[in-house]
């Protein structure tokens, strides 16, 4: 940054942005709603629980419908993604019925277990039976599904260039996946708002940075502000 585009920038000081940050006012019970709401979609029963009785704060949904969700979600991140669809079904069937990409990703998921488990020729027959013809109806399809596939002709699946598929970070964003779409069936949110509104002050905090100099938000953790003069707070 050069030395006159710095100047070009208003100077903000950490004891006027604390003045404007006190003038602020956040009522406690929409403080309250924002956590209850990141318990409840993640799926925390027993915190919401506490937390309910500890602020009367409504969770707006039936926390025992939280432990079920959470029993699916449970399943398909243990690689146990035939019950986790028996139990979205029992739960309600239009999830599934409506939702094709959600649908093939599941049975992705359930391909690569069979990979992992060496059950190549069941691999093979649950491939062609299920998901090829999804495959030949939509071409995103067939390129996942042909990546998953490729997973077959390596020995160390670890060094194949699809090895991501067998990491552990595949089954979590299936069943986010998941997760979401039973949340949306309930009229719930499908993400957490708090992380939401993190993100979105990170990326205020960054057009921000182009027109002035001030204290940044430095820790997300303790909510530290770093001090234009240099520092920390």
Known sequence: MGRGEASNKTTISLDQWENKLSQVKVPKEEMNQLIMNFFV???????????????????????????????????????NVEAAIEKVNDLNPEILESQSELLFHLQQQRLIELIRQGRTEEAL?????????????????LEELERTVALLAFQDTRSSP?????????RQK???ELNAAILSSQCSDREPRLPMLLK???????????????????????????????GDT
């Open 125 to 141: 027959d649950f491939a062609q039976e299920y998901l090829a013809p999804q495959g030949e109806e939509n071409p995103k399809f």
């Open 41 to 79: 979609t993640e799926g925390y029963v027993e915190a919401a629980q506490m937390f309910a009785a500890e602020s009367g704060t409504s969770p707006n949904v039936q926390l025992d419908a939280i432990t079920g969700r959470m029993e699916i979600r449970k399943a398909v991140q243990s690689g």
């Open 174 to 176: 299936t069943a986010s």
């Open 200 to 230: 979105l002050m990170l990326w205020a905090q960054a057009q921000l940075d182009d027109k002035a100099v001030y204290p940044r938000l430095s820790d997300l953790v303790v909510g530290g502000l770093s001090d234009p003069k240099g």
């Open 162 to 170: 699809v090895a991501d598929l067998m990491d552990i970070a595949q």
